[in-house]
């Protein structure tokens, strides 16, 4: 069971005659209000801080297309739900999400990797410094 939130907790508090007076009505609605706020902005808050490890790319643009607090509202905790919000969003908008890198550029880089090896190599052992007198030599 959910804990109770400060409005039920001060209602209990008020004497039974004041919990339904028409001057506290208005007020006990605000603070409902704000906490249903504040709720929405922890929810919202915490989708924002896992958005980046997840790769999504425009968070505010799926909370548009997304309503964040009906998703998160059947699940246990906040965690769970959030993976749940996630790999429903991933498979309904996947173009939301950051591809991962094509084969191609990897064997590019790869490909990049043994050319800077040999220089690395080549400048551990001397041989730049020595390429590097020679044409001084010769400028000379």
Same mark, same amino acid.
């Given at each position: &069971?959910?804990?109770?939130?400060?409005?039920?907790?001060?209602?209990?508090?008020?004497?039974?005659?004041?919990?339904?007076?028409?001057?506290?009505?208005?007020?006990?609605?605000?603070?409902?209000?704000?906490?249903?706020?504040?709720?929405?902005?922890?929810?919202?808050?915490?989708?924002?801080?896992?958005? !980046?490890?997840?790769?999504?790319?425009? !968070?505010? =643009?799926?909370?548009?297309?997304?309503?964040?607090?009906?998703?998160?509202?059947?699940?246990?905790?906040?965690?769970?739900?959030?993976? =749940?919000?996630?790999?429903?969003?991933?498979?309904?908008? !996947?173009?939301?999400?950051?591809?991962?890198?094509?084969?191609?550029?990897?064997?590019?880089?790869?490909?990049?990797?043994?050319?800077? =090896?040999?220089?690395?190599?080549? &400048?551990?052992?001397?041989?730049?410094?020595?390429?590097?007198?020679?044409?001084?030599?010769?400028?000379?």
């Amino acid at each position: &069971m959910p804990d109770k939130t400060h409005t039920d907790q001060l209602k209990q508090a008020l004497p039974e005659a004041l919990r339904d007076a028409k001057e506290i009505a208005p007020h006990l609605e605000r603070l409902a209000e704000l906490e249903r706020d504040h709720a929405s902005a922890a929810l919202e808050r915490a989708f924002l801080e896992r958005a !980046p490890r997840e790769g999504l790319l425009h !968070p505010a =643009d799926a909370l548009k297309l997304e309503p964040l607090a009906e998703a998160l509202a059947g699940a246990a905790d906040t965690e769970t739900g959030l993976r =749940d919000y996630f790999a429903k969003l991933r498979q309904a908008r !996947p173009w939301l999400f950051a591809k991962p890198p094509a084969a191609g550029a990897e064997k590019l880089s790869d490909g990049a990797l043994p050319r800077l =090896d040999k220089l690395r190599a080549a &400048m551990s052992h001397g041989a730049l410094t020595r390429q590097l007198q020679a044409v001084r030599i010769r400028r000379r």
